[in-house]
T-cell receptor
Framework: AQSVSQHNHHVILSEAASLELGCNYS??????LFWYVQYPGQHLQLLLK??????LVKGIKGFEAEFIKSKFSFNLRKPSVQWSDTAEYFC???????????FGTGTSLTVIP | DVKVTQSSRYLVKRTGEKVFLECVQD?????MFWYRQDPGLGLRLIYF???????EKGDIPEGYSVSREKKERFSLILESASTNQTSMYLC????????????FGQGTRLTVV
């Protein structure tokens, strides 16, 4: 079975700091990659996704992620976080041949004003 | 606008009760999923369905069953609720396999006492 690892469980940053959240997956074939965000009390929402093409993808709210195939990684970045980015972030993977989504354990981000 | 609706936001049930969690999507999606979300464990797949009356076990199916009699509706059943099934339950749907994202409902916070 596939697995998705998010190494940062809790991250605390001050406003305007830069963010990078790590995501690694284990699967040798073609994958589709996603980052979801869950704001307090809200449902999971898609931040960005990668299917093919340019490995640097841009999402909503200034987030971006880079797919590095050789490292099986899809790290999420934002150059300057805001208090409103406080949320839980989940990396997810699925394959073109499969129906399942595999999620990481999530990273809780707290941004201090 | 895309919508996945879960019938209850909060439920409190007694140990041994039979519990039904309902999910409806209005996007004509083929795939539907049930996850449970627990702190530190992320999202774990319970069951998914790729068509009416079709289902497959996910990673943690024990103690659960599902029903999909209509394309838009996917029900999760706890045959005999136990306290270790206290959790947040998330329903999701997506188009048939390929590089498409999953859309999530608001979640049902189930407490078994």
């Amino acid at each position: 079975a596939q697995s998705v690892s998010q190494h940062n469980h809790h991250v605390i940053l001050s406003e305007a700091a830069s963010l990078e959240l790590g995501c690694n997956y284990s699967y040798g074939g073609t994958v589709n990659l996603f980052w979801y965000v869950q704001y307090p009390g809200q449902h999971l929402q898609l931040l960005l996704k990668y299917f093919s093409g340019d490995p640097l993808v841009k999402g909503i709210k200034g987030f971006e992620a880079e797919f590095i195939k050789s490292k099986f990684s899809f790290n999420l970045r934002k150059p300057s976080v805001q208090w409103s980015d406080t949320a839980e972030y989940f990396c997810a993977v699925n394959t073109n041949t499969g129906n399942q989504f595999y999620f990481g354990t999530g990273t809780s981000l707290t941004v201090i004003p | 606008d895309v919508k996945v609706t879960q019938s209850s936001r909060y439920l409190v049930k007694r140990t041994g009760e039979k519990v039904f969690l309902e999910c409806v999507q209005d996007m004509d999606h083929e795939n539907m999923f049930w996850y449970r979300q627990d702190p530190g464990l992320g999202l774990r797949l319970i069951y998914f369905s790729y068509d009416v009356k079709m289902k497959e076990k996910g990673d943690i199916p024990e103690g659960y069953s599902v029903s999909r009699e209509k394309k838009e509706r996917f029900s999760l059943i706890l045959e005999s609720a136990s306290t270790n099934q206290t959790s947040m339950y998330l329903c999701a749907s997506r188009k048939l396999r390929g590089g498409t994202e999953a859309f999530f409902g608001q979640g049902t916070r189930l407490t078994v006492v």
